[in-house]
């Protein structure tokens, strides 16, 4: 669902993938991850969406570019990444980004 | 699918959406949609994903803000945004964000 973030500028990591056939403990290890993301300093919120085809987008809000990058570090986090290219994606683009600009809309 | 996109720097519009139950036309209008911001100036690609749930996001890659802000007065693309909030959509979040970086890994 939709991630309650502070006003912009902050940080987006646009995650889209293709997944491969089968679970292979995908579903626990993207929950783990998402935990595990949420407790990183800086993480602000995530967005997450994937068709019945399998593909993907996730969409990860963090503060600063430095605390990204430290995610992207993290030893649990790192074994997730080489299992991921070894066992869950087909393929995947990962797109980081500054957002400028936000709107909200709830119907009444 | 994949988006094919130059390198960056370039723009994203993150379009999370949750649908209201029920059809009402959105299948084909949000393709048209798609067709006719292909058609809109300075438009380099899209990448969507919707979940059995309802809670989808799309993002469109742009080549700069003043394209985006065209697109957005578009004739055709306004009554699909009024009919979006009428009919389609129960909530969105819209956020506009320049990348600055970008990934891509493939299968071998």
Redesign the interface.
């Known amino acids: 669902?939709?991630?309650q973030l502070p006003d912009?500028p902050y940080y987006?990591v646009?995650f889209?993938s293709?997944r491969?056939p089968g679970e292979a403990g995908y579903g626990a290890a993207a929950a783990r991850m998402m935990e595990l993301a949420g407790q990183s300093p800086g993480f602000l919120g995530a967005?997450?969406?994937?068709?019945?085809e399998g593909?993907?987008?996730t969409?990860c809000y963090w503060r600063s570019l430095a605390e990204i990058a430290a995610w992207k570090r993290d030893a649990e986090h790192q074994i997730a990444q080489q299992q991921g290219?070894a066992q869950w994606?087909?393929?995947?683009?990962?797109?980081?980004?500054?957002?400028?600009?936000?709107?909200?809309?709830?119907?009444a």
Chains 1, 2 share one sequence.
Request: aromatic letters at 12%; zero cysteines.
């Open positions: 669902m939709f991630a912009p987006a646009i889209s293709l491969t967005e997450s969406a994937r068709s019945a593909f993907g987008i969409v290219r994606y087909a393929g995947f683009r990962l797109r980081v980004a500054k957002v400028e600009r936000a709107e909200s809309w709830d119907k």
